[in-house]
């Protein structure tokens, strides 16, 4: 079954892109064009994922957002907006957003955070109690990692990081969702502690880490485990 996603968006010229990109990626695309239309529309239909602007006639995206949630509608929220400051970005949050993505921005991104919005609605692949990959062996139950039949000492983030990993192997995650789901928002950290954290791990894990194998840069986006 297709995922349905909610596009507001009171730009023709972008709403008509995302919408035919958007449904090009195998979703259904319902739109509005201002803030009372998508507050009414995301209220009384049933959607995956709702796309919304922050600068919208009528109802601000931050109005909708709050109206929704006030409503108790959970579906999640990705907000867009021309604004760079971090205190907005922290108002969209805290009035329920799930994430957050300035104008102008790559559609190749939007694509992958759309996705993994939709994934994190569904449950991950199962984990198993051990895992391996190259000569890399991950015990789940009991958090240890060894290499070669070495222990290999990583961290609490930096094993969580790499459960996340194993468990969305061969999706493209981004460094806001990886953020979300190890750091958490409230933490507030950057995406530059997703980097590092990363270059980390690939220290302990990877044959080569200059020339990773399984924990992939997705240019621009993220990136993607394929061990």
Same mark, same amino acid.
């Given at each position: 079954?297709?995922?349905?996603?909610?596009?507001?968006?009171?730009?023709?010229?972008?709403?008509?892109?995302?919408?035919?990109?958007?449904?090009?990626?195998?979703? #259904?695309?319902?739109?509005?064009?201002?803030?009372?239309?998508?507050?009414?529309?995301?209220?009384?239909?049933?959607?995956?994922?709702?796309?919304?602007?922050?600068?919208?006639?009528?109802?601000?995206?931050?109005?909708?957002?709050?109206?929704?949630?006030?409503?108790?509608?959970?579906?999640?929220?990705?907000?867009?907006?021309?604004?760079?400051?971090?205190?907005?970005?922290?108002?969209?949050?805290?009035?329920?957003?799930?994430?957050?993505?300035?104008?102008?921005?790559?559609?190749?991104?939007?694509?992958?955070?759309?996705?993994?919005?939709?994934?994190?609605?569904?449950?991950?692949?199962?984990?198993?109690?051990?895992?391996?990959? +190259?000569?890399?062996?991950? #015990?789940?139950? $009991?958090?240890?990692?060894?290499?070669?039949?070495?222990?290999?000492?990583?961290?609490?983030?930096?094993?969580?990081?790499? $459960?996340?990993?194993?468990?969305?192997? +061969?999706?493209?995650?981004?460094?806001?969702?990886?953020?979300?789901?190890?750091?958490?928002?409230?933490?507030?950290?950057?995406?530059?502690?997703?980097?590092?954290?990363?270059?980390?791990?690939?220290?302990?894990?990877?044959?080569?880490?200059?020339?990773?194998?399984?924990?992939?840069?997705?240019? +621009?986006?993220?990136?993607?485990?394929?061990?």
């Amino acid at each position: 079954m297709k995922k349905r996603i909610l596009l507001v968006e009171d730009e023709p010229g972008l709403r008509l892109t995302l919408t035919d990109r958007l449904a090009a990626e195998g979703y #259904d695309v319902s739109s509005a064009a201002d803030g009372d239309a998508g507050f009414q529309t995301a209220s009384t239909e049933s959607f995956d994922l709702v796309i919304l602007d922050v600068m919208l006639p009528g109802r601000s995206g931050f109005d909708v957002c709050r109206d929704l949630r006030q409503k108790g509608v959970e579906v999640p929220v990705l907000m867009l907006t021309a604004r760079g400051q971090v205190a907005d970005r922290v108002v969209g949050l805290k009035l329920g957003a799930d994430d957050y993505l300035t104008k102008p921005f790559e559609v190749a991104e939007l694509l992958a955070r759309v996705e993994a919005r939709v994934r994190r609605a569904t449950p991950a692949l199962a984990s198993p109690e051990a895992y391996r990959f +190259g000569v890399v062996r991950v #015990d789940f139950r $009991k958090t240890e990692v060894e290499k070669e039949g070495a222990t290999v000492e990583l961290s609490a983030k930096e094993f969580h990081l790499l $459960k996340y990993f194993i468990e969305h192997r +061969g999706a493209t995650v981004t460094r806001n969702e990886l953020l979300d789901a190890v750091w958490g928002y409230d933490a507030m950290p950057t995406t530059r502690t997703v980097d590092v954290h990363v270059a980390w791990l690939r220290k302990k894990v990877e044959p080569l880490p200059r020339r990773p194998q399984f924990i992939l840069t997705v240019h +621009g986006v993220g990136y993607k485990f394929v061990g």
